[in-house]
């Protein structure tokens, strides 16, 4: 499958890719399979994929736990070595045009104590839902990578 197929299959949308590598077939070995399952057990299990009601949590802490998922990845792809490159050109992809705009956006407002104001954390739920989206779509694609029953929609 070329990668602009697979963004496309697994709903992530926005994502611009290069024509000459958007062309590129997508070949993950066992190294790229085992990071896909490393990240793919952190989405699943924290605010980045799990709905965040109301009554529930608060804002800050969210942003930090997404904003984590640069330093988990980070680690995973030390971790993994030189040689799990399809999982980084897609990570690396992911958090930088799904992730960091959220992030760069809710920690400077962050810092300006928007979290003091109801509109503002409303606002940041509606954003954060938007991202939800992006993120269960991720992790549908690494379940699939790294070839597990994906889990994600398991409590709907």
Known sequence: MQW?????????????????????????????????????????????????????????????SIYKLFE???EILRKQGRECIEFTKLAVIVLNQVVRPFAAKWHKLSLENAFESKEKCDEFRKDLAELQVQLRNYTKLLANIAEVEDLTDIEE
């Open 4 to 64: 602009k197929d697979l963004f496309s299959k697994w709903g992530l949308k926005n994502i611009k890719l290069n024509f000459k590598f958007a062309e590129v077939e997508f070949e993950p070995k066992t190294v790229d399979k085992d990071a896909a399952w490393e990240l793919y057990v952190e989405l699943i299990t924290r605010v980045s994929t799990q709905t965040l009601l109301p009554e529930e949590g608060d804002e800050e802490t969210a942003l930090v």
């Open 72 to 74: 988990i990845t980070r």
